[in-house]
């Protein structure tokens, strides 16, 4: 054979080998992508993640702490006005006097039938000195009610009501106190989570400022009644009020949204995450990054869909949503193929 035959010979076997080899490391390579996926189908475990602390939000408006209006009677006059529209007043001070036309006229009555009896009368005569002395503690009495003067019940400001700036008086004048409150309203379905004192977050909706507060009063008797048609599935809602920590930047009227975070140790699970051992004491599974510990737990409560728990689980929690009879603790589930789930947990 010539030496130009053997070359071409070797070159032929040589690409053989190659392409062989090519096919033999894509085979294996398929072979352990394959093996590679099934095995993460048969690792991939769902989880559900315990929900958070259930929040609840209130819609509200901020008010004054103390409000009161002051209506002059249409037979009285007032004698003087010590106030002007938006006066920062502190408690006891005088806003204004009311003078009573019909007692002082009665004043002036029997002050002209104290000067008859005193031209009429001779000296030392007793009967006409007693009954001077009687008609002066009259004019005594009335003069403590033909004036009469208003004052502050507490530190507020004062407002006008009418138009009546143009004239010398209004006729209702109102003292509204520079603290402030927020009036809200909770649905029947959220008042027996809310307690006195119970703390809140509120937002004023046009300025984005966040107030802390408490929650000061529950009304017990609905502000809006449910509609006498049964068949409505309208609430009846309840007054809710807050107190302010801070009053810095709080506007009379500026609406606001409160919102409360239920604090409790229950949480709520799938039930089919339960399963019990051989002492019959239900546990589920919990995921620490993949590695899975056996939990014990105490149900307060159960359905066919939820399970609630009073002990043994902690909101934000992991576990296996369906777990099987082959796993057991200390167990590792691929952790890219975890899957958090809280689908329901704010449902009851």
Do not use: H, Q, W
């Given at each position: 054979m010539s030496f130009f035959k053997k070359f071409k010979n070797k070159k032929v076997a040589i690409a053989v080998g190659v392409i062989l080899l090519a096919s033999l490391s894509v085979g294996i390579t398929y072979i352990n992508k394959n093996s590679n996926s099934s095995l993460a189908e048969e690792n991939y475990v769902e989880?559900?993640?315990?929900?958070?602390?259930?929040?609840?939000?209130?819609?509200?408006?901020?008010l004054p702490t103390k409000s009161k209006d002051f209506t002059l009677p249409s037979e009285d006059e007032i004698s003087k006005l010590n106030v002007t529209n938006g006066k920062i007043v502190k408690e006891g001070?005088?806003?204004?006097?009311?003078?009573?036309?019909?007692?002082?006229?009665?004043i002036d009555l029997l002050k002209a039938q104290i000067t008859e009896l005193k031209n009429a009368s001779t000296e030392n005569d007793p009967l006409i000195e007693s009954e001077i002395n009687k008609l002066e503690a009259q004019v005594s009495a009335l003069n403590k009610k033909a004036y009469i003067n208003t004052t502050a019940p507490f530190a507020g400001k004062v407002y006008f009501n009418d138009n009546g700036m143009d004239s010398q008086y209004s006729s209702t004048i109102t003292l509204q106190s520079t603290t402030f409150y927020m009036k809200g309203q909770t649905s029947e379905e959220d008042l027996s989570k809310l307690q006195i004192d119970d703390p809140v977050s509120v937002t004023v909706l046009s300025t984005n400022k966040k107030v802390s507060g408490r929650i000061s009063s529950i009304s017990d008797r609905p502000s809006t009644s449910q509609s006498d048609n049964i068949s409505n599935s309208s609430l009846s809602y309840y007054d809710i009020n807050v107190s302010f920590e801070n009053q810095e930047d709080?506007?009379?009227?500026?609406h606001v949204q409160a919102c409360i975070?239920?604090?409790?140790?229950?949480?709520?699970?799938?039930?089919?995450?339960?399963?019990?051992?051989e002492n019959d004491k239900p546990y589920v599974f919990e995921s620490f990054d993949g590695i899975l510990k056996k939990q014990i737990v105490e149900i307060q409560s159960q359905n066919d869909e939820f399970t609630v728990i009073k002990g043994g689980l902690d909101k934000k929690d992991?576990?296996?949503?369906?777990?099987?009879?082959?796993?057991?603790?200390?167990?590792?589930?691929?952790?890219?193929?975890l899957e958090a789930n809280t689908e329901g947990a704010q449902s009851e």
């Open positions: 989880t559900y993640t315990i929900a958070d602390n259930e929040k609840i939000f209130i819609n509200g408006v901020i001070d005088l806003l204004f006097t009311v003078k009573n036309e019909d007692v002082l006229n009665e709080l506007v009379n009227g500026f975070e239920i604090t409790d140790n229950l949480c709520k699970v799938p039930t089919t995450s339960i399963l019990k051992d992991i576990i296996v949503r369906y777990p099987s009879e082959e796993m057991s603790e200390g167990d590792l589930i691929t952790v890219d193929n």
